[in-house]
Protein backbone atom coordinates (compact mmCIF):
# COMPACT_ATOMS: atom_id res chain seq x y z
CA UNK A 1 0.00 0.00 0.00
CA UNK A 2 1.24 3.13 -0.86
CA UNK A 3 -0.08 6.61 0.67
CA UNK A 4 0.55 10.16 -1.07
CA UNK A 5 -0.95 12.98 1.48
CA UNK A 6 -1.70 16.63 -0.90
CA UNK A 7 -2.74 19.96 0.23
CA UNK A 8 -0.84 21.47 2.74
CA UNK A 9 0.60 24.56 2.94
CA UNK A 10 0.98 28.05 4.34
CA UNK A 11 -2.74 29.82 5.65
CA UNK A 12 -3.34 32.66 8.48
CA UNK A 13 -5.37 32.32 11.37
CA UNK A 14 -8.83 31.36 11.41
CA UNK A 15 -8.09 30.27 7.46
CA UNK A 16 -9.16 26.63 6.00
CA UNK A 17 -7.01 24.47 4.65
CA UNK A 18 -8.32 20.35 2.97
CA UNK A 19 -5.50 17.93 2.99
CA UNK A 20 -6.31 14.27 0.92
CA UNK A 21 -4.09 10.92 1.03
CA UNK A 22 -4.75 8.79 -1.69
CA UNK A 23 -4.31 5.01 -1.58
CA UNK A 24 -2.85 3.17 -4.18
CA UNK A 25 -1.91 -0.69 -4.40
CA UNK A 26 -3.50 -3.34 -2.04
CA UNK A 27 -6.28 -0.76 -1.01
CA UNK A 28 -8.51 -3.39 0.95
CA UNK A 29 -6.24 -3.13 3.50
CA UNK A 30 -6.69 0.59 3.98
CA UNK A 31 -9.73 -0.15 6.23
CA UNK A 32 -8.73 2.24 8.72
CA UNK A 33 -7.43 5.76 7.46
CA UNK A 34 -6.09 8.08 9.84
CA UNK A 35 -4.37 11.63 9.96
CA UNK A 36 -1.71 12.41 12.63
CA UNK A 37 0.43 15.22 13.07
CA UNK A 38 4.13 16.29 14.23
CA UNK A 39 5.14 20.01 15.20
CA UNK A 40 8.38 20.03 16.02
CA UNK A 41 9.85 18.62 19.15
CA UNK A 42 7.01 16.75 19.95
CA UNK A 43 5.44 13.27 19.58
CA UNK A 44 3.56 12.09 16.86
CA UNK A 45 -0.25 13.45 17.81
CA UNK A 46 -3.80 11.75 16.47
CA UNK A 47 -5.77 14.24 14.38
CA UNK A 48 -8.86 11.76 13.33
CA UNK A 49 -9.74 8.47 11.74
CA UNK A 50 -12.33 6.90 9.55
CA UNK A 51 -13.86 3.62 9.07
CA UNK A 52 -13.88 2.62 5.20
CA UNK A 53 -17.04 0.79 5.91
CA UNK A 54 -18.91 2.62 8.30
CA UNK A 55 -17.45 6.07 7.28
CA UNK A 56 -17.69 6.12 11.27
CA UNK A 57 -15.01 9.38 12.38
CA UNK A 58 -13.16 9.53 15.35
CA UNK A 59 -11.20 12.67 16.36
CA UNK A 60 -8.62 13.78 18.45
CA UNK A 61 -9.87 16.57 20.93
CA UNK A 62 -7.41 19.38 19.98
CA UNK A 63 -9.65 19.50 17.02
CA UNK A 64 -13.43 18.69 17.50
CA UNK A 65 -15.65 21.02 15.96
CA UNK A 66 -13.04 21.85 13.48
CA UNK A 67 -11.65 19.48 11.19
CA UNK A 68 -13.73 16.76 9.57
CA UNK A 69 -12.44 14.05 8.12
CA UNK A 70 -14.37 11.99 5.20
CA UNK A 71 -13.80 9.39 2.81
CA UNK A 72 -14.01 8.50 -1.13
CA UNK A 73 -13.90 4.71 -1.25
CA UNK A 74 -14.25 4.66 -5.06
CA UNK A 75 -10.93 6.87 -5.51
CA UNK A 76 -9.33 5.22 -2.08
CA UNK A 77 -8.92 8.83 -1.07
CA UNK A 78 -9.34 10.38 2.87
CA UNK A 79 -9.66 14.05 3.32
CA UNK A 80 -8.94 16.14 5.96
CA UNK A 81 -10.96 19.43 5.84
CA UNK A 82 -9.38 21.65 8.84
CA UNK A 83 -11.30 25.44 9.71
CA UNK A 84 -10.68 27.52 11.97
CA UNK A 85 -7.21 26.81 11.95
CA UNK A 86 -5.30 27.98 14.60
CA UNK A 87 -0.82 28.20 15.42
CA UNK A 88 -0.42 25.49 17.14
CA UNK A 89 -2.74 23.23 14.46
CA UNK A 90 1.46 23.86 13.00
CA UNK A 91 2.96 20.67 12.35
CA UNK A 92 3.64 17.70 9.59
CA UNK A 93 0.68 16.18 8.92
CA UNK A 94 0.77 12.52 8.07
CA UNK A 95 -1.91 9.97 6.35
CA UNK A 96 -1.92 6.28 7.65
CA UNK A 97 -3.69 3.39 6.96
CA UNK A 98 -4.12 0.00 8.61
CA UNK A 99 -6.87 -3.02 8.57
CA UNK A 100 -9.25 -2.82 10.66
CA UNK A 101 -8.46 -2.08 14.25
CA UNK A 102 -10.10 -1.59 17.68
CA UNK A 103 -11.54 1.71 18.84
CA UNK A 104 -8.78 1.95 21.59
CA UNK A 105 -6.04 1.41 18.60
CA UNK A 106 -6.95 3.89 16.60
CA UNK A 107 -5.02 6.89 18.32
CA UNK A 108 -1.90 5.11 18.89
CA UNK A 109 0.95 5.70 15.73
CA UNK A 110 2.51 2.39 16.56
CA UNK A 111 -0.68 0.17 15.49
CA UNK A 112 -0.57 1.19 11.74
CA UNK A 113 1.83 -0.15 8.97
CA UNK A 114 0.63 2.34 6.17
CA UNK A 115 2.17 6.10 6.02
CA UNK A 116 2.72 8.61 3.74
CA UNK A 117 5.35 11.23 3.38
CA UNK A 118 3.80 13.75 5.17
CA UNK A 119 2.39 17.42 4.30
CA UNK A 120 3.79 20.82 5.75
CA UNK A 121 0.97 22.76 7.30
CA UNK A 122 1.59 26.47 8.80
CA UNK A 123 -0.66 28.74 10.23
CA UNK A 124 0.59 32.10 10.62
CA UNK A 125 -0.88 33.97 13.84
Known amino acids: VQLQAFGGGLVQTGGSLRLSCAAS????????MSWFRQAPGKEREFVAA????????YYGDSVKGRFTISKDNARATVYLEMRSLKPEDTAVYYC???????????????????WGRGTQVTVSS
Open 50 to 57: VFRDTGRA
Open 25 to 32: GRTSRTFT
Open 96 to 114: AADGRLILSSIISSSQYDY
